[in-house]
């Protein structure tokens, strides 16, 4: 394990203020990488057409008020940067300081290449990709030639922790994919007694970016799969209060939506801040997660950094089958299903015995996916330890190929 490594992570928090989750998702490499005892820098690039209100200096914008609460909130205000692209100017740690910590660091944590400032970035020995994407990231650059910003990193990291294995058709673009599971830092995410009565609730949007087409199949949004199980909530008992940005002109989604009994609520509303995130999480009974078609029929092994908050919480997950029961245990606590009848089944299984699932969702997030766990075997894969500091490592260079992880023992469906 590594100890005392400076690093710098880069990923947005305030690109698209006011999104819990997604906050949420970067700060759990930032609070992860601390508690390992490393000097952790945050530094998210965002563009000027970002910024709002349209026009606003960075300063003045509302990404600016919101990336200082984040930072206020978890005392990272000494060490982190809201960098206007392609230039020097920032909101909480200075440029010329940024500079001068980039010089003296061990490695870069950039997800989706945000990061591409060269006066910060060359100067990084190891220089890590993290997808936390999988399929859209590699397809965008195999299908439609679109930079993904793959270029001058060292190593490539993804939570699509199927890519390169067979049964998965995701181009791996040359690269070395190595695999991780998303971290969770458990001291922020404790768990919190079940609610047997709640609503199953998730958060997402309904839509993303456009879908692609690779060899004969779509890989699109979670409108696509969302589809398929529209009539859920007239099979069963339970109650369902998904968290869904979906624009008003989806009309006859909305009606269909409705007519089949789905409690739509405002994600704004729920989840606009980390805290309030992990309030509705922890006041939901457990997590119906449908994911992104294109996870789905890409078979990539994702797992979502929000299914692992419902986990922590000691919250169950019924989430549907992406491959993702080849790297963490299924049938207790967390459930696949690919088909309205084993969604029916698996929210029936976990509502009998209720408790225990509970226990058992905090169990898998303990021993698969805990911060400490996951981010110092991320570290150990990419060579970033003691004995590597400043060694220069060429580019792409991703070293001996990894597959996935192991199945756990225990592990079913």
Sequence with gaps: MAHGLRIFVSGMIAGDPHQGGATWAVLQYVLGLQSLGHDVYLVEPIAPASLRPAGTPLAA???????????ARFDLTSRAALLRQDTSETVGLPYVNLVQAARGSDLLINV????????LFEGIPRRVYLDLDPGFNQLWHAVEGIDVRFGGHTHFVTVGCLIGSPGCDVPTCGRTWLPTLQPIMLSEWPMTPGHASAAWTTVGNWRGYGSIEYRGVRYGQKVHSFRRFVELPGRTRARFQPALSIHSGEVKDLDALRANAWDLIDPAAVAGTPDSYRQFIQCSKGELGIAKSGYVESR???FSDRSACYLASGRPVVAQDTGFGQCLPTGEGLFAFSTVEEAVDAIEAASVDYDRHCRRAREIAQAHLRAELVLSTLLERVGATDDTRGQRVPFAAAGAAIGPPAPPRGAAG
């Design 112 to 119: 989706s290449g945000m990061l591409t400032d060269p006066t």
């Design 300 to 302: 990539c092994g994702w």
């Design 61 to 71: 914008s509302v990404n600016a008020r919101y990336f200082h609460d984040v930072a």
